[in-house]
Nanobody, 120 residues
């Protein structure tokens, strides 16, 4: 019954900013790791950023210094603040919550994706 809902995508000019959100529904006890991936047209899905329950963070080299990942455990929500956006950031961005523990099970879940387009 866990479902992830993404929001915040849109069209921005190069150098602009967007903030993506990913929120999980359901009665969730804990989430081990929250991740962002993206997939550009004709490309493989690639890792963007991850944040663990203890706050440990890792970024892809392509976004480090420009993107900031964060999480609000009380809201079961993850964010991606994207600054200094480049055309090559254009992609569908997917969130992933791993090790989601509910009352009956532990599992991994994906969001539906949100489109980010960086263009003049």
């Amino acid at each position: 019954q866990v479902q992830l809902v993404e929001s915040g995508g849109g069209l921005v000019q190069p150098g602009g900013s967007l903030r993506l959100s990913c929120a999980a529904s359901g009665s969730i006890f804990s989430i081990d790791a929250m991740d962002w991936y993206r997939q550009a047209p004709g490309k493989q899905r690639e890792f963007v950023a991850t944040i663990a329950r203890d706050g440990s963070i890792a970024y892809a080299v392509s976004v480090e210094g420009r993107f900031t990942i964060s999480r609000d455990n009380a809201k079961n929500t993850m964010y991606l603040q994207m600054n200094s956006l480049k055309p090559e950031d254009t992609a569908v961005y997917y969130c992933s919550f791993r090790g989601v523990t509910t009352w009956l099970k532990r599992g991994d879940y994906w969001g539906q994706g949100t489109q980010v387009t960086v263009s003049s």
